[in-house]
Structures are given as C-alpha cells and as structure tokens.
C-alpha cells in the first residue's frame, strides 16, 4: 500500500503524471482541481460557492476541500493506494490529511515535488490555455497569481514534508516521458 503525494506549482505537469502513474501502480488519482471543475460544472451548491475564486486564482477553503477528499478516501475502502494531485495546498490541508489517513489506517508513504522554473510554467499555463477551456490558465495575471499563491501559501509544505523525511524532489523540466521516468524510478525505490 503506498499513498503518494504529488506536488509542485500550477504547470509543473502533476495532472499529466498522475495519470500514467495512477495507471501504472493501480492507485487511486484524486485531483482536487478536477473535482471542483466537475462541481462547477454540474452547479453543484459547492460549484456555486467555488467558480469565482478558481477563476481568480485564489486557494478555496480548506475545509471545502478536505470535506471532499475524506468522501474520497471513504468511498474507496479497497484502494490499492491514493495519489493526491493538488491537495494539500496548505498547511493545515497536509495536517487534516494525516489525521484523515491515521483514521483508515493509512500514511502518506511520500511527496514527489515536481520542481519546474518558472518561465517555464507561464509558458506550459498559457499553451494550455488556448486548448483546455480552462479561464484561469487563459490569462496571464491570474497565472501569475496562482504562482504567487502557491509560493505564498503552498511553498511551505516542501519543509512540512521534509521534515517528515518524506519530500523528494524531482526534476520537472523537459520531456513527458523523461519526467515519468525521474518519477517511477523515485516510486520504485520507495516499494
Ligand atoms: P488545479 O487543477 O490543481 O490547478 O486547481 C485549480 C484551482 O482549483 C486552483 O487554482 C484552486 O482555486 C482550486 N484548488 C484545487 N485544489 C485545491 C486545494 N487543495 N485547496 C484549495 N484550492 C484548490
């Protein structure tokens, strides 16, 4: 059983690694970001409450978001493992998983940290934009702002994990397929 945290900024790449990964070591990809889109887009009481904040760039509140996450890991009690993408953004989410998994019997076995330079994540953001219908990776200020957030308010949770002795640091720069690689050969040495 291993429940993998895959973290860095907006751009870095976590949905796209997700998925393969996700596939390749049978865990469960548990994207806040996608979940939170899929209730906006069923105008869900909590796609109400959370359009304008995703749209601007902002971080939606914690509670919402480990509400959801504990229905996830909840519903899915057989789970082989869990690969969180986006979540914990903060603090207190990295402290509200730990607890939600002590309480199933699980830990966070480690946090992959795609780390990407930032030239390279307004350019990844804007190239997204113009196919994946997203509006905030359309404009540049409110990627700009996303970065800002993550530095502010996310940044922190690289020493959270480190002093954990759980954060891992892969290098996030260049091909897909170079990126997957970096990230199984880092997962295999943990299983
Ligand atoms: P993402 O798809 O991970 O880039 O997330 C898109 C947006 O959803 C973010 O810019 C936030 O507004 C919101 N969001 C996703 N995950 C979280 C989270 N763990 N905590 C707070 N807001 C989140």
């Known amino acids: 059983m291993i429940n993998l945290v895959l973290f860095g900024p907006p751009g870095a790449g976590k949905g796209t690694q997700a998925d393969v990964l996700s596939k390749d070591y049978h865990l469960i990809h548990i994207s806040t970001g996608d979940i939170?889109?899929?209730?906006?887009?069923?105008?869900?009481?909590?796609?109400?409450?959370?359009k304008d904040i995703i749209c601007k760039g902002e971080l939606v509140p914690d509670n919402m978001v480990i509400e959801l996450i504990r229905e996830r890991i909840d519903k899915n009690p057989e789970a082989n493992g869990f690969l969180f993408d986006?979540?914990?953004?903060?603090?207190?989410?990295?402290?509200?998983?730990?607890?939600?998994?002590v309480q199933f019997g699980r830990r966070v076995s480690a946090m992959l940290s795609l780390e990407v330079e930032v030239e390279e994540l307004i350019s990844r953001l804007l190239n997204r934009g113009t196919t994946s219908g997203r509006s905030d990776d359309a404009d540049r200020a409110v990627i700009e702002n996303r970065i800002h957030v993550y530095n502010e308010k996310t940044q922190p949770l690289i020493q959270y994990y480190k002093e954990a002795g759980k954060y891992h640091a892969i290098n996030g720069m260049g091909g897909i397929d170079d990126i997957t690689h970096r990230l199984k050969n880092c997962i295999d040495q943990l299983i």
Do not use: H, M
């Open 86 to 101: 986006g979540f914990p953004r903060t603090v207190p989410q990295a402290d509200a998983l730990d607890k939600l998994l």
């Open 36 to 50: 939170l889109r899929e209730e906006i887009a069923a105008s869900t009481p909590i796609g109400l409450a959370v």
